[in-house]
């Protein structure tokens, strides 16, 4: 099963940007959707964006315009380039790996089985 794991994140001001990666374990990762996923304290985690094999990519309201996801299967990595950063975008950010093209268009928290442990972003005002 592939393994993902995260970093990137850090402590920006408003309007800042943090390019996060989702680095997996293996090369069948390129067969999967990535997503990434974010959770605030007290709130549910919530998808922001997610990719498919093919690079079609799907992205949350609070994210379109802001965040973009891209891959490079050459190196397993997935990044999430966040700009314009506000304070409500402070949370906890998760990658996750499906291999349905239909979890990639729901990013639906059920559909991933396979997380990676987080990464922290910060945004102060």
């Known amino acids: 099963q592939v393994q993902l794991v995260e970093s990137g994140g850090g402590s920006v001001q408003t309007g800042g940007s943090l390019v996060l990666s989702c680095a997996a374990s293996?090369?069948?990762?390129?067969?999967?959707?990535v997503a990434w996923f974010r959770q605030a304290p007290g709130k549910a985690r919530e998808g922001v964006a997610s990719?498919?094999?093919?690079?079609?990519?799907f992205y949350s309201d609070s994210a379109k315009g802001r965040f973009t996801i891209s891959r490079d299967n050459a190196k397993k990595t997935v990044y999430l380039q966040m700009n314009d950063l506000k304070p409500e975008d402070t949370a906890m950010y998760y990658c996750?790996?499906?291999?349905?093209?239909?979890?990639?268009?729901?990013?639906?928290?059920?559909?991933?089985?396979?997380w990676g442990q987080g990464t922290q972003v910060t945004v102060s005002s």
């Open positions: 990719i498919y094999r093919d690079g079609t990519s």
């Open positions: 293996t090369y069948t990762w390129k067969t999967y959707c």
């Open positions: 996750a790996a499906d291999d349905t093209y239909g979890a990639c268009e729901t990013r639906s928290v059920t559909s991933f089985d396979t």
